[in-house]
């Protein structure tokens, strides 16, 4: 097993975090949102279409336990890309495939997925950077 517990907690803290909501939905687009996904790229990672994501979010389709399972993975990825980013530390895509494929991400998006999360923390960075600036 490649996965560090620590992110197999987030993953799992994540599920949890949206299982034990009382509204699903907003609960995911948070999650979404926070990370700089459109709905667009979510509905391509996970396999699904653009509308059934948006249906999820606004609560008009309960998520099944796959997708928890698949979106906390996901989310878990890209929450250990952008902490190693953070620590100046390399992003080997062989080792966070193999983190990805433990977490139950959909195999031919994880390069995908580790790409978007490094634009998430770029955009992260460039604003606060910015905003010292000021």
Avoid: C
Avoid at 74 to 99: C, D, G, H, W
Avoid at 110 to 129: G, H
């Amino acid at each position: 097993m490649y996965t560090p517990e620590w992110i197999q907690e987030t993953a799992n803290r994540i599920a949890g975090d949206i299982v034990n909501a009382p509204e699903r939905g907003p609960r995911i687009q948070a999650y979404r949102s926070k990370n700089h996904l459109t709905q667009d790229e979510l509905s391509h990672i996970m396999r699904l279409r653009r509308e059934t994501i948006s249906r999820i979010e606004h609560g008009k389709v309960n998520p099944t336990t796959g997708f928890v399972h698949v979106f906390s993975g996901v989310m878990a990825l890209m929450e250990a890309v952008k902490t190693y980013r953070s620590q100046n530390r390399n992003v080997e895509y062989p080792y966070f495939s193999r983190i990805g494929i433990e977490l139950g991400a959909p195999p031919d998006s994880i390069a995908s997925i580790i790409d978007l999360a490094l634009q998430s923390y770029e955009q992260k960075r460039k604003k606060a950077i910015r905003s010292l600036e000021i």
